[in-house]
């Protein structure tokens, strides 16, 4: 009856990532999804004033690095941290890379490009 | 000299793409995507509420249903300039909607199989195809399962001609990677 564990870890506190975003689930600024490229655009020091997972979020992008990262490292909802990235996009601190459209992905040349790195690395 | 990069200079940021590992519970997802994967699997969660809770609302909380499902993902770093992601999708129907924000902008999906199993795929490849999502079927080589041809599978999944089955061996990083190139190869031959 029940579901296998693998699916159903035990539940996480739910009230802190809410809190932390305001209980905004939905980014003010940008659109994000997990392969979103982030990258700091100035070195963690400087984040004087930001809120402990922000400043997190700008040590973890001094080099490029996707959403889901970002979430597992800060061991966070994806959705929370998407939140905070709208923030940060917002006061210019991160740029970002949209995430591509649907469909038509990827082009030919990106295509070849994977099966040609798969094949050499 | 300030060391703030200003939005006009030349960033030039890394184009991600994704390939979803797909299939039931205990075929080997996390087991393929650590086998290709440069860095440890890891894990990101994504918290689940009913629909149209006020979030504000923090009265009820105790009684909603909340409940995490999560994703093992891996990366392999193509260049300096691509990058490819690897999800291991959460295996249960309720979770579809949750398939869709991952499927959205996938390149394809692998599905893996166990001939003990094959039933078990069907609602994987059901939604591949619904979503028309290009993606190939990779059999898990278990020990102990008795050896399929490849095209007893496609036979017994009932799939169509055109879409690729393999063998495989979801442990080994060179098996694995040639699921991923078979699938690559797959979408390239697609119509656009």
Redesign the interface.
Known sequence: MQ??Q????D??P??R??AMTS???TPARGAF?????V?A???PERDDGLHPESAQIIRHSQE?V?V??L???LDL????VMVLLGDLLAQ?LI???S????R???S?P??????????T? | MD???S?AAP?V??????ILIAGH??VGKTTMVGAVSEIRP??????L?DAGIG??D?SG?EAKT??????D?G??T??RD????L?GT???DR?SFLWD??A????GAVVLADTRRLKESFACLDYFEERETPFVVAVNCFEGSDRFTTADVQLALNLDPGTPVLLCDARDRTSS?AV??AL??H??SLP?
């Open positions: 579901a296998p693998e699916q159903w870890p539940a996480v739910v009230v990532p809410y209980g905004r689930t999804d997990l392969i979103s490229i990258l655009t100035r070195p490029p996707s889901a990262e979430a597992a490292e909802p994806a959705g929370t210019r740029v970002t890379r995430p591509t459209p649907a038509g992905v990827a030919r990106v295509l070849e490009a994977v099966i040609h790195g798969l094949r690395l | 060391s703030v990069r939005d960033v940021l890394p184009t991600a793409v994704k519970f205990g890891l894990r990101t969660e994504e918290m509420t979030v504000d923090l909380v909340h409940t995490t499902v999560a994703m993902f990366r392999i193509i260049s691509l990058v490819l992601y999800f959460p295996g249960q979770f924000e991952l959205s902008g996938a390149i990677r991923l190139v690559l190869q979408v390239l656009v």
